[in-house]
């Protein structure tokens, strides 16, 4: 039986990295991988982008109300394993609702295709993800892509900047951009930052 795997990280811990990299190694391997992301994450219209400028084209991508098996079983042309798809790999994955979470396992279990979801466990003030809440609720395997704080020790949480200052209050989910911009933070230098505020 194939498993549900949620690896995460703060941003820049190279999630998206490790993910073209893992589709690399099946396709050298001469296996078939399908590369999915939410539609919610606008950055490469359509393409998965890593910050040290690699970019693929995603096989797919899911609105907030798209199912996600659906949208799967399509992409790998009606019979996914009819047609030999070795592994479903998808970035951003906490951007998915909790149902397209439950699609990524009965697409492990009941097609037997390994999933292997990318995402960061929290926003900008702490609180989880819908769809990394489910996937630390039901996947099989999690493993934490470690990147550090600007102090030098571990970062757990991601800042949001606008200019050259913190903020604590908006939208869960502003993309990385004009905008705004992200900096992963130790629990120390978050709560300097906060003020000692963790929402």
């Given at each position: 039986?194939a498993?549900?795997?949620?690896r995460?990280?703060?941003?820049?811990?190279?999630?998206?990295?490790?993910?073209?990299?893992?589709?690399?190694?099946?396709?050298?391997?001469?296996?078939?991988?399908?590369?999915?992301?939410p539609?919610?994450d606008?950055?490469?219209?359509?393409?998965?982008?890593?910050?040290?400028?690699?970019?693929?084209?995603?096989d797919f991508?899911?609105?907030?109300?798209?199912?996600?098996?659906?949208a799967f079983?399509?992409?790998?042309?009606?019979?996914p394993?009819?047609?030999?798809?070795?592994c479903?790999?998808?970035d951003?994955?906490?951007?998915?609702?909790?149902?397209?979470?439950d699609?990524?396992?009965?697409?492990?279990?009941l097609?037997d295709?390994?999933?292997?979801?990318?995402?960061?466990?929290?926003?900008?003030?702490t609180?989880?993800?819908?769809?990394?809440?489910?996937?630390?609720?039901?996947?099989?395997?999690?493993?934490?892509?470690?990147?550090?704080?600007?102090?030098?020790?571990?970062?757990?949480?991601?800042?949001?900047?606008?200019?050259?200052?913190?903020?604590?209050?908006?939208?869960?989910?502003a993309?990385?951009?004009?905008?705004?911009?992200?900096?992963?933070?130790?629990?120390?230098?978050y709560?300097?930052?906060?003020?000692?505020?963790l929402a």
């Amino acid at each position: 039986m194939a498993k549900l795997y949620f690896r995460y990280g703060a941003m820049n811990s190279g999630k998206s990295t490790a993910l073209l990299q893992a589709a690399f190694n099946y396709e050298e391997r001469g296996q078939r991988v399908l590369l999915a992301k939410p539609a919610t994450d606008t950055k490469g219209d359509g393409a998965i982008v890593s910050r040290l400028g690699v970019t693929r084209d995603a096989d797919f991508c899911v609105a907030p109300d798209d199912s996600m098996l659906a949208a799967f079983v399509h992409a790998a042309g009606g019979d996914p394993g009819g047609d030999h798809v070795a592994c479903l790999l998808v970035d951003e994955a906490q951007f998915l609702g909790s149902e397209q979470v439950d699609d990524l396992l009965r697409i492990a279990v009941l097609h037997d295709v390994p999933v292997l979801a990318y995402g960061i466990r929290t926003d900008f003030r702490t609180h989880a993800f819908p769809g990394s809440a489910r996937l630390m609720e039901i996947a099989h395997s999690l493993e934490e892509l470690k990147t550090i704080c600007r102090c030098g020790r571990k970062a757990l949480f991601n800042g949001r900047r606008v200019g050259d200052r913190f903020v604590f209050e908006g939208d869960q989910v502003a993309i990385d951009g004009a905008a705004v911009a992200y900096e992963s933070l130790c629990a120390t230098c978050y709560l300097r930052e906060s003020g000692g505020a963790l929402a």
